[in-house]
């Protein structure tokens, strides 16, 4: 239960800064550098997601991991992630420059 809770409090840490650049990301995040482009100057249909909404960003993934957005793989990473590891990962992309 410890463990839990110092998850849920480096999720609230996450959202507490989220104007500021977090530098480590939160596990998982990294799964999503494949596709999505860390720099606005990357030309690609795949969206960027630093600074994005982070509340957008959990219930995209949310919808993708219940089905109801279509998707390509998106469905299959979201699978793999917690609501908790979906918001922190959010946030975190979020207070992304």
Known sequence: MKAHHAFVASILLYV??????AAEAPPGAAS?????????????TVKRLAG???AAMAATLQ??????R???????IAKGFSD???KAIAAWFSAQP
């Open 16 to 21: 507490g800064t989220a104007p500021a650049a």
């Open 32 to 44: 999503c550098s494949g596709c999505h482009p860390a720099k606005a100057s990357v030309d690609t």
């Open 52 to 54: 994005q909404d982070a």
């Open 63 to 68: 919808a993708f991991r219940a089905g109801r």
């Open 70 to 76: 279509p998707a390509t793989v998106m469905d299959r």
């Open 84 to 86: 908790d590891e979906i």
